[in-house]
């Protein structure tokens, strides 16, 4: 079983639960890739939650001696309150409104862009995870077109860029051409109108995209940049949200595992 299918059999085990609500509809899901979250519509805990995890990874970056392209806060657990705040509201909102099935948190990152030439995530990139694996960023702090701006690469309808995932389950999973990298290729669907996109705005900011969605993490100009990215994934039955047993950051690859049914 491949991710697509193990996705449509979580999207009808969430209708038989939820019988009462519309099911967001699946050809949404792969053709509307990138999406603001409506933070307005969330309760003052999210803001609250955003604030506290700010101020204890500004505090953390201030007074480490790391050096290099993406500074890593290590340990996402000594932030576990706000996570899980954080993760109550958005989890429940992309449930409804683009999946139509339970998700739980598979993996956190926490970093601060820095001053770099372009390299690694600063250049357009997909991830190559199958489709069906979704990324969240929350600005930690006001993110302006100095401060390295999330930027990601729309269609000419306005609507995300998504390139052709490689891993999609058991019986294919390969990696990408050129590790994912994909400046000629941007260059080219430039030139047919695609345009490239930033996101800005203050702390708080929530963006939703898909992982194969063409984007790129800026260089700083100025000031800094923290950022919590929340990476999502289906399940046929409903578990807790995130957990120390299937929840990494760091420490462990990007990759998922090959099997879609595994937490």
């Excluded at 999210?46 to 500004?58: E, H, I």
């Excluded at 958005?90 to 449930?95: F, K, R, S």
């Excluded at 960023?137 to 390295?148: D, F, H, Q, T």
Aim: aromatic residues 12%; positive net charge; glycine residues 4%.
């Amino acid at each position: 079983m491949n991710y697509k299918e193990y996705f449509i059999l979580c999207r009808e085990k969430w209708r038989q639960d939820n019988s009462g609500l519309i099911s967001p509809k699946l050809e949404d899901f792969y053709n509307d890739p990138t999406r603001p979250v409506p933070i307005n519509t969330f309760a003052a805990d999210y803001q609250l939650a955003v604030d506290s995890a700010a101020q204890r990874v500004f505090d953390y970056f201030s007074n480490s001696k790391e050096q290099g392209i993406m500074l890593q806060y290590p340990d996402i657990w000594s932030i576990r309150e706000q996570l899980e705040t954080m993760s109550s509201f958005i989890v429940p909102h992309l449930e409804k409104t683009m999946y139509g099935c339970y998700l739980y948190v598979d993996k956190i990152y926490i970093y601060r862009t820095t001053k770099c030439e372009r390299d690694s995530s600063y250049i357009w990139h997909y991830d190559n995870n199958p489709n069906e694996i979704v990324k969240n960023i929350i600005y930690l702090n006001n993110v302006s077109a100095k401060n390295s701006p999330f930027e990601y690469l729309t269609k000419p309808d306005g609507k995300g860029y998504m390139f052709n995932a490689h891993r999609i389950g058991p019986d294919k999973w390969n990696q990408a051409p050129n590790g994912s990298r994909v400046n000629k290729e941007v260059k080219s669907l430039q030139a047919t109108g695609h345009k490239p996109k930033t996101i800005i705005g203050p702390k708080g900011t929530t963006f939703t995209f898909n992982n194969n969605a063409c984007h790129r993490a800026n260089p700083i100009i100025e000031g800094y940049r923290d950022v919590i990215n929340i990476r999502v994934k289906p399940t046929i039955n409903k578990i807790e949200l995130l957990d120390p047993r299937y929840t990494s950051s760091f420490e462990k690859q990007g990759v998922v595992d090959s099997n879609p049914e595994k937490i």
